[in-house]
């Protein structure tokens, strides 16, 4: 079974700066099948990226998903006040499994 | 406009049974894998269980195994999950989800999320 850590914990930034998101696999995601979600309070999570850097339907281009085998990056160019939510990474395919999540905060 | 609708939450007692049901609309539902995911009250995403879309496929998470079942009937556009012998850490709101890979084999992505039933298991 495929452990996700991601770091950091919380991220704090203000709007406009650049947010760098790490997901690290405890073993090698096979064929990039990683993904990122975003999550806001009482809301379901919303689909960003796919096999590790496809954007999902209408994402925008601010998000961009990076990164191959056992490191991979989510990074957000310039911070939305709407981008303020908790990230989560997950490694699907035989046995899917989710990060503990990264929350990002305004500063 | 793809719509999941997840029924059969509610509070149970530890040791007990409780059938989840999700019904979809607004898409080819024998197409698509789905998925239940779960979340406890202030807590992250947990997978716990996907079905392929003409369940040739099933997987469970491992906190579950052997514990939970995951069904669908494709000609009522429909995802279960049993759940027998349940735990104190069961709790949690459960949603169903699509996979986004059409005619997948295997479990992909999860584009569309359900709103949740709230599963609470309490003495």
């Known amino acids: 079974e495929i452990v996700l850590t991601q770091s950091p914990g919380t991220l704090s930034l203000s709007p406009g700066e650049r947010a760098t998101l790490s997901c690290r696999a405890s073993?090698?995601?096979?064929?990039?099948?990683l993904a990122w979600y975003q999550q806001k309070p009482g809301q379901a999570p919303r689909l960003l990226i796919y096999g590790a850097s496809s954007r999902a339907t209408g994402i925008p281009d601010r998000f961009s998903g990076s990164g191959s085998g056992t490191d991979f990056t989510l990074t957000i160019s310039r911070l939305e006040p709407e981008d303020f939510a908790v990230y989560y990474c997950q490694q699907y395919g035989s046995s899917p499994a989710f990060g503990q999540g990264t929350k990002v905060e305004i500063k | 406009e793809v719509q999941l609708v997840e029924s059969g939450g509610g509070l149970v007692q530890p040791g007990r049974s409780l059938r989840l049901s999700c019904a979809a609309s607004g898409f080819t539902f024998d197409d698509y894998a789905m998925h239940w995911v779960r979340q406890a009250p202030g807590k992250g995403l947990e997978w716990v269980s996907g079905i392929s879309w003409n369940s040739g496929s099933i997987g469970y998470a491992d906190s579950v195994k052997g514990r939970f079942t995951i069904s669908r009937d494709n000609a009522k556009n429909s995802l279960y999950l049993q759940m027998n012998s349940l735990r104190a850490e069961d709790t949690a709101l459960y949603y169903c989800?699509?996979?986004?890979?059409?005619?997948?084999?295997?479990?992909?992505?999860?584009?569309?999320w359900g709103q949740g039933t709230l599963v609470t298991v309490s003495s």
């Open positions: 073993q090698s995601v096979s064929s990039s099948y």
């Open positions: 989800a699509k996979d986004l890979s059409f005619g997948g084999v295997s479990l992909g992505p999860i584009d569309y």
